[in-house]
């Protein structure tokens, strides 16, 4: 019989009755921390105003979390989630939709480029580079908290999740984690070598096409997250990664076509 991974780590690091502090949510804000500190170096070197950072971070960060949970509440669980409108802020016990969070950065980077007046491309590029980053602190979460985990299967290094169903599965929250840091330093590695010499957008096109890629392959590993997804001919992260890699295609062609200057 295979020895497999038993996986039984607690969701908290600190519980006291109704007070709680959970790895997800330090996870998740540990992202957000490494993203500034990389962006930080990006704009010295650029010698753009730290100013901006701080406020392009706040920007980031509330668009990150509210474009994550609607994707997640109107994509995945819509019917529960109007039944039980108090459950949607809960952020911290899970639920969200990376989907969601790229098409509101987006959004968000259109509204920030406008207000401060920076070229909307460049700062595409900018930001693309450390999603990747919070993304794999985002999985890394989930696979302490025991969820979004793989198909059951019988390779060696299979995880069971004890406080799911003792069933040994794919470890996913691995498979994403990792390949998204591999694609961080690449995009990194491209922007400190090429990033002088290539249009701006193209790092943008490149990151959504490569990470929704990943995403759409690492589908396949994955067990679906509610039940609706059995009756599709692929599950509901596929569908949705889809349109974002080839918006990431379209942003990498725009790119190509069209030189543009920097802020």
Not at 28 to 41: D, E, K, N, S, T
Not at 195 to 210: E, P, R, V, W
Not at 245 to 260: D, H, N, S, Y
């Amino acid at each position: 019989m295979l020895e497999y991974i038993t996986w039984n780590v607690s969701r908290h690091i600190i519980k006291l009755g109704s007070f709680e502090i959970r790895w997800y949510g330090l996870l998740f804000g540990l992202g957000f921390v490494c993203a500034y500190l990389v962006l930080q170096r990006i704009f010295k070197r650029e010698e753009v105003k730290p100013e901006l950072l701080d406020k392009l971070t706040l920007y980031i960060a509330v668009a990150t979390v509210l474009g994550a949970r609607l994707g997640h509440v109107l994509f995945y669980e819509p019917t529960y989630y109007f039944n039980h409108p108090g459950e949607i802020l809960k952020v911290w016990e899970g639920g969200l939709a990376s989907h969601g969070a790229a098409v509101a950065i987006i959004l968000a980077a259109i509204i920030f480029s406008k207000v401060y007046k920076l070229n909307l491309w460049w700062l595409f590029d900018r930001i693309s580079i450390i999603i990747p980053l919070v993304a794999a602190f985002v999985r890394t979460g989930n696979l302490i908290n025991s969820e979004i985990f793989g198909r059951p299967t019988n390779v060696p290094w299979a995880f069971i999740f004890v406080k799911a169903d003792n069933i040994p599965r794919h470890p996913s929250q691995i498979y994403e984690a990792g390949s998204y840091l591999i694609l961080f330093a690449i995009l990194l590695t491209v922007y400190y070598k090429k990033g002088k010499t290539l249009s701006n957008g193209f790092i943008a096109g490149l990151m959504l096409t490569c990470l929704f890629t990943l995403r759409f392959f690492i589908e396949f590993f994955k067990d679906i997250q509610v039940s609706f997804e059995h009756s599709l001919p692929i599950d509901m992260g596929q569908i949705m990664s889809i349109p974002l890699i080839l918006t990431g295609i379209v942003f990498m062609v725009i790119a190509l076509r069209k030189k543009e200057s920097l802020p």
